[in-house]
Each structure stands twice: as structure tokens, then as C-alpha cells.
């Protein structure tokens, strides 16, 4: 396998060399802004590698994606951040390409390629003229199964892991201090631990472990292949069982933790570099298909987010006691969180602040949602979900999501059937069921003088 995919990489980098189109200029198209239908091409491999084409020949352009079902939520104690520096090091080259290959060969089509690990997926990607699909096709072939790991490259990949998790955690104070209240939000699950790991982990980590985690996880029936644009779905058909085909399927053995339900509040004090304090608030919520999600994502907008929710009219505008806030729930293929936010005008009246908070969701649960308050949040909510999906890009990215996550590529239409079905009464069940304080943790971020 290693020795077919090297041949057809060599003899495909010298038509991207030689004969490389750049990518065509933006043009408008004509016409009203419209909403394509969840259209899409479908096979399966024998060794389990699910692939999804959505055309769209507009624009003489591709996109090409491949997902891996791993991510944080997957990482044993000891090697947090694990998934995300393996990421790092998919790029550190493969027995046929060497580092920087693939960053260069993609830059020469005139395309672009990328990669992000999330709590419970990672994907890569390239952005390429729809003629060079195939070269995009063989270069992930390639690194799904002939990862080459330098120790001195790998090293420094480390290190700038590490500096990145300085940056971007240890240096920020929001972050910074997110991870400590998480930390004591979850006691088992691999959700105590943010994305990036912790750094102690980070620095124990070696070749070994990296290679153990990558045997393990990347595989074609761990995987969904998603492509998107000016292609061909039975040329797409072809060119994965040609490059993907002779991968053998594996058992996933994955990590299963479960956390335990919580009884009572938590609370945890942070000392940050800050000038005003912050309050932090997280609460545990069901997996991102539950049905109950639509119900807590218009909760949290009517209660926080919308520019007429109670927090917002009573706290900021009225009371002038929080300078900013906001909250979003974390959607996974396990039970999740959701996420609350605020920053009250001054650290005297941090308590004050919390207790408003619970003061608007208890009378929101007593005195009920207005009328007015559901068609505005349904609306902007449908709107909302609409927009995010105006590509067909955007459109596979939200199916690639949902298969990998739930193996489900019919859930965006099942969430605005939700939507559309949504009732004041869900949304007050979905408060009293999950937004109770025996469900949540407090952290209050402080400054340190």
C-alpha cells in the first residue's frame, strides 16, 4: 500500500507542478441569495470509510475534507492534548512526502490546506481547483496510513504545541481561568481538561505515545470523507476506493468514561491578571442530538443572548451592573456543557451579579416566556441556521459534523423541524431539567490585587 500510494503521489506532484491552474477569482453570481437543498452523494467502502460529495459547479473549485472520530474527550489520563499534537504532527510528513510537502504541494495549485482538533473529531482539509482533487485525495491517503515521526522534528513540533498552549491559555486570562472552573466542573470525564491538554502532559508525551494514539484512531472506519464543489460524485467514487480502498478496517477501542451526575453546586475562586471580575458559570447538558438541545439553545437566547433577553434589559440596561455577557452551549457526541459568561461593573457586587442571574431564569420559569419572546427567538434561530448553511461548503461541513459525531447526515433538517415545533413549555422543561444549581459550577474570576 505504501509503495502504490508513493508512486501515484510522485507522478501526480509533477502535474501540480507543471500544468497548476490558481484558483479562479470570486465572481457574483447572479440572482437572490438562496438555501441549496441537503443534496448529496453517498457510498460506503468495504472497510467502513464514509464518503459524502455535495456538487455544486459554480465556481471550478473543490473542497476536500477528511474527518477522524478523535478528539480530547478520547484522551486517557496523562496524554491530554494528545489529539490535538498529533494534528501538529500530521504535518511533519509521511514516508513519501517529506516536511512541508504537502503545505507546499496544496500552496502551488493556488489552493490552501488546514487542520483543527475539536473536543470530539479532527478534521484536515484542502481548498483546491477542482482539477487537482486527486492530488488532495492522495496526500490524506498517504498520512491516514504512513505518518512519518522525526523524534527531533516531532521535538520541536512540541515545543511549538507548548508555546501555543502559553499563548493562547496561560497568558489569557479568560482562558486561563476557564480551564480551572472545567477542571472542577468535570472529575472524571476527559472534559477536566481543555483541548490543547494540559502542559504537563504535553511535555511527557513522546514519539511513542503519538504513534500508539495514531494506529489507534486513524482508520477508514473512523473516519468520513466529505468533498464538496465543481466535482464529479463517480470519480470521487473511484479515486477513494484507488487510494483508500487497501486500508484494512480496525477495532476503535476507545476510551468510555462516564462522568458522574452531580448532586450539588460547585464553586471554585480564580486570581487572574484582570481589572474586573468575571463570572463564569457552566452547566451540564445532553449530547448535541438530544431533542432537548433546541429547547436549551433558545433558553440560553431569550434568558441571555438576544439583544431583548431578561439578563440584558434588566442587568445591563436598566441596572448598569455587567459590562458584557453572553453564553453558548458546547454540542458534542457526548454529554456536554453549556457555557455562561459575564463581567460585572465592579468586583463589590460579584454576588449581586450571580444572584440576578438566577433571579431572571426563576421568574422566567415562574411567569413564563411572552409570545413575543418565542417568534423573536425562533426566528432569529431559524435565520440563524439558514445562513450558517448559504454554501454548499458550509452545508457538507454541518453533515460531516452530524455523521461523525452521530453517524446522522439527516440532523440539520431534524433540528429546524425541532425548531419549528419548539414551544414555550419545551423551553421552560429544558430550564428546570438542566439549569438548576445542584447542575453547575460558579467560578469567579477575581483580580489578583
Keep these: 500500500m505504501k509503495k502504490v500510494i508513493y508512486i501515484l503521489l510522485i507522478s501526480l506532484i509533477v502535474l501540480a507542478l507543471t500544468g497548476c491552474a490558481g484558483l479562479a477569482k470570486k465572481q457574483d453570481v447572479k440572482g437572490k441569495l438562496f438555501v441549496p437543498k441537503v443534496n448529496y452523494s453517498y457510498f460506503k467502502l468495504n472497510n467502513g470509510l464514509q464518503v459524502y460529495v455535495f456538487e455544486d459547479h459554480q465556481l471550478p473549485l473543490a473542497k476536500f475534507a477528511v474527518w477522524y472520530k478523535v478528539g480530547s474527550i478520547d484522551e486517557p489520563q496523562g496524554l491530554s492534548g494528545i ?4 494534528e501538529h504532527t500530521m504535518f511533519l510528513g509521511t514516508e513519501s512526502l517529506p516536511k512541508d510537502e504537502v503545505h507546499e504541494l496544496i500552496k502551488s495549485t493556488g489552493g490552501i490546506n488546514n487542520a483543527g482538533t475539536y473536543y470530539d473529531y479532527t478534521m484536515y ?7 487537482k482533487l486527486e492530488l488532495a485525495m492522495a496526500i490524506e491517503a498517504d498520512r491516514m496510513g504512513n505518518l512519518k515521526i522525526d523524534p527531533q522534528e516531532f521535538k520541536r513540533e ?10 493562547r491559555v496561560e497568558n489569557t486570562t479568560f482562558n486561563s481561568a476557564l ?23 504535553l511535555k511527557n508525551i513522546n514519539t511513542n505515545d503519538v504513534r ?9 472506519n473512523n473516519a468520513v470523507m466529505v468533498v464538496s464543489g465543481d466535482v464529479d460524485p463517480q470519480r470521487v467514487h473511484k479515486l ?24 450539588k453546586e460547585r464553586f471554585i475562586k480564580v486570581k487572574e491578571n484582570t481589572k474586573l471580575p468575571i463570572i463564569g458559570m457552566i452547566y451540564k ?25 431578561r439578563v440584558k434589559s434588566e442587568l445591563k440596561k436598566k441596572k448598569n451592573m455587567i459590562l458584557r455577557v453572553g453564553a453558548f452551549p458546547v454540542e458534542l457526541r457526548k454529554p456536554g456543557f453549556a457555557l455562561i459568561y459575564t463581567m460585572p461593573m465592579k468586583k463589590e457586587i460579584i454576588d449581586q451579579v450571580k444572584n440576578a442571574f438566577d433571579e431572571e431564569l426563576k421568574k422566567l420559569i415562574n411567569e413564563g416566556i411572552t409570545d413575543e419572546e418565542l417568534k423573536i427567538v425562533k426566528k432569529a434561530a431559524l435565520k440563524k441556521t439558514i445562513f450558517n448553511q448559504k454554501k454548499t461548503s458550509e452545508i457538507a461541513h454541518t453533515v460531516a459534523k452530524s455523521v461523525i459525531r452521530y453517524n446522522d447526515p439527516k440532523l440539520y433538517q431534524k433540528k429546524i423541524k425541532r425548531l419549528k415545533n419548539l414551544t414555550k413549555d419545551d423551553i421552560i422543561v429544558a430550564a428546570k431539567e438542566y439549569f438548576t444549581k445542584n447542575n453547575r459550577t460558579v467560578g469567579y474570576i477575581v483580580p489578583k490585587k
Excluded: C
Excluded at 489529539?83 to 498529533?86: D, I, K, Q, R, Y
Excluded at 512540541?158 to 499563548?167: A, P
Excluded at 480551564?179 to 502532559?201: N, P, T, V, Y
Design 179 to 201: 480551564e480551572k472552573i472545567q477542571a472542577k466542573a468535570f472529575k472524571e470525564s476527559s472534559l477536566h481538561h481543555q483541548i490543547i491538554g494540559w502542559m504537563k502532559d
Design 212 to 220: 500508539r494514539y495514531y494506529n489507534q484512531y486513524y482508520a477508514p
Design 158 to 167: 512540541k515545543e511549538v504545541v507548548m508555546q501555543e498552549r502559553r499563548k
Design 125 to 131: 482539509y484542502e481548498e483546491i481547483p477542482s482539477t
Design 83 to 86: 489529539s490535538h499534537l498529533l
Design 285 to 309: 447538558i445532553p449530547k448535541g442530538n438530544h431533542p432537548d438541545m433546541i429547547a436549551i439553545e433558545a433558553l440560553l437566547d431569550i434568558w441571555i443572548n438576544n439583544s431583548t433577553s
Design 240 to 263: 477513494a476506493k484507488k487510494y483508500y480502498g487497501d486500508y484494512q478496517s480496525k477495532e476503535i477501542d476507545r476510551l468510555n468514561i462516564k462522568e458522574p451526575k452531580q448532586t
